[in-house]
T-cell receptor, first 113, second 114 residues
Framework: SQKIEQNSEALNIQEGKTATLTCNYT??????LQWYRQDPGRGPVFLLL?????KEKRKERLKVTFDTTLKQSLFHITASQPADSATYLC????????????FGAGTRLAVHP | EAGVVQSPRYKIIEKKQPVAFWCNPI?????LYWYLQNLGQGPELLIR????????DSQLPKDRFSAERLKGVDSTLKIQPAELGDSAVYLC????????????FGPGTRLLVL
């Protein structure tokens, strides 16, 4: 079955630096990959979707890459701010089926002033 | 546009008691999902509805969990009887359906079973 791995350790960085989070997956080739942000006590919020034929996607200070050979996506936040502190989840469609997502466990990001 | 609405936000019950969660999806969204999220984990799908039909309920523990989506809009998830291990956050999400992969989540219901 497919497996999604995100760094379980929290990422602590200084304000203004670039945060880089990793999502690795195994056992299949998804047509797309999504990143969500989740704040404590709230539901996940969609950030970006990148398709298998796209190498890179940008939205304001966010950048996502998708390396189908390495089976890895990198999520970057440039010029990070304390307000970026949250848990970031990657999600992929399953091997079989549609209209559903399999979520990673998420990586908690803490941006310190 | 109003987001996904869930109630209650918090619920504390004793084990063996029943509990129900309610979800109102974004207007016009045909697909509705119920997820369970344990602390430090990502959401795990319990059931997915396409309109009023449950099309994916393979992860729903049917001995104690049930769900319904009346008229293809609101949905209710029920647990009866609740067990200690059911303590978690129950998230509802909706999407436009086929070709629209983004899911929109509600704030969740935090359940504590004592």
């Amino acid at each position: 079955s497919q497996k999604i791995e995100q760094n379980s350790e929290a990422l602590n960085i200084q304000e203004g630096k670039t945060a880089t989070l990793t999502c690795n997956y195994t056992n299949y080739s998804p047509a797309y990959l999504q990143w969500y942000r989740q704040d404590p006590g709230r539901g996940p919020v969609f950030l970006l979707l990148i398709r298998e034929n796209e190498k890179e996607k940008r939205k304001e200070r966010l950048k996502v890459t998708f390396d189908t050979t390495l089976k890895q996506s990198l999520f970057h936040i440039t010029a990070s701010q304390p307000a970026d502190s949250a848990t970031y989840l990657c999600a992929l469609p399953p091997l079989k089926g549609y209209n559903k997502l399999i979520f990673g466990a998420g990586t908690r990001l803490a941006v310190h002033p | 546009e109003a987001g996904v609405v869930q109630s209650p936000r918090y619920k504390i019950i004793e084990k063996k008691q029943p509990v129900a969660f309610w979800c109102n999806p974004i207007s016009g969204h045909n697909t509705l999902y119920w997820y369970l999220q344990n602390l430090g984990q990502g959401p795990e799908l319990l059931i997915r509805y396409e309109n009023e039909e449950a099309v994916d309920d393979s992860q729903l523990p049917k001995d104690r969990f049930s769900a319904e989506r009346l008229k293809g809009v609101d949905s209710t998830l029920k647990i009866q009887p609740a067990e200690l291990g059911d303590s978690a956050v129950y998230l509802c999400a909706s999407s436009n359906g086929q070709g629209k992969e983004t899911q929109y989540f509600g704030p969740g219901t935090r359940l504590l079973v004592l």
